[in-house]
């Protein structure tokens, strides 16, 4: 199935500053928004927006032509979220935790033994996350993401904590997940190139 994220002439101010004006955009499936600029920019402010979770001054998005205003639950069971925290339970397991996403959204029929190899936390599923090192707990998030059947993936600084092996390993998962149809918003400081139809949006 396709699916299309869209908006329209948004604008966003947060105390005395306008972060972004007049912004529009189209997805389809199989591409990619990557937000472009220096921390502290705006690009999160802006995925927040995108989800529904910052109130816009003007402007509208749009979930398969439908404002996701009138459509919020559906549209956030489209999606899932790689933020800077990961929003993992800390006194829980790597597994636990990724048994609680179950209850929250579709999951996919891929082998999760299989997605604990290709990430490298197999050996780690029966530690509590609090005692896993930031890029461990990044690839947790990482396979959380892998094992949800949903088009969209949000992505918010997704190399963080990563080194460059785990960097490669980003754009390669992004890169499947778009050629199967999905669709990502991606927000990154740094250069990001991929085989995949690229939409950039450069905040100052």
């Known amino acids: 199935m396709t699916h ?3 908006a329209d002439n948004l604008t966003l101010i947060r105390g ?3 972060l972004f004006q007049g912004l529009s955009f189209a997805l389809e499936s199989g591409g990619l928004l990557l937000l472009e600029g220096r921390n502290g920019c705006g690009k999160t402010s802006l995925m927040r927006a995108i989800a529904g979770m910052l109130s816009l001054e003007t402007g ?3 979930w398969d032509e439908t404002p996701v ?3 919020r639950q559906e549209f956030h069971g489209a999606l899932v979220w790689l933020a800077h925290r990961t929003g993992l339970k800390g006194d829980l397991t790597l597994v636990e ?3 609680f996403e179950r209850s929250l959204r579709a999951q996919s029929s891929v082998d999760t033994e299989s997605v604990y190899e290709r990430l490298g936390i197999s050996r780690l599923k029966k530690l509590i996350l609090r005692s896993l090192s930031a890029g461990q707990q990044r690839r947790v998030a990482l396979a959380r993401m892998l094992l ?3 088009p ?3 992505m918010d600084e997704p190399f963080t904590n990563l080194d460059r092996e785990g ?3 980003v754009i390669e998962l992004v890169e499947e997940h778009l050629a199967k149809g999905g669709m990502c918003v991606m927000a990154a400081h740094q250069d990001v190139e991929l085989k995949a139809p690229v939409r950039r949006v450069k905040i100052q």
Do not use: P, T
């Open 4 to 6: 299309k994220l869209s």
């Open 16 to 18: 005395e500053r306008c």
């Open 60 to 62: 509208q998005v749009f």
């Open 69 to 71: 205003e009138k459509q």
């Open 97 to 99: 935790n990724l048994g």
């Open 148 to 150: 949800a059947d949903v």
């Open 152 to 154: 969209l993936w949000f």
């Open 167 to 169: 960097r490669a390993l």
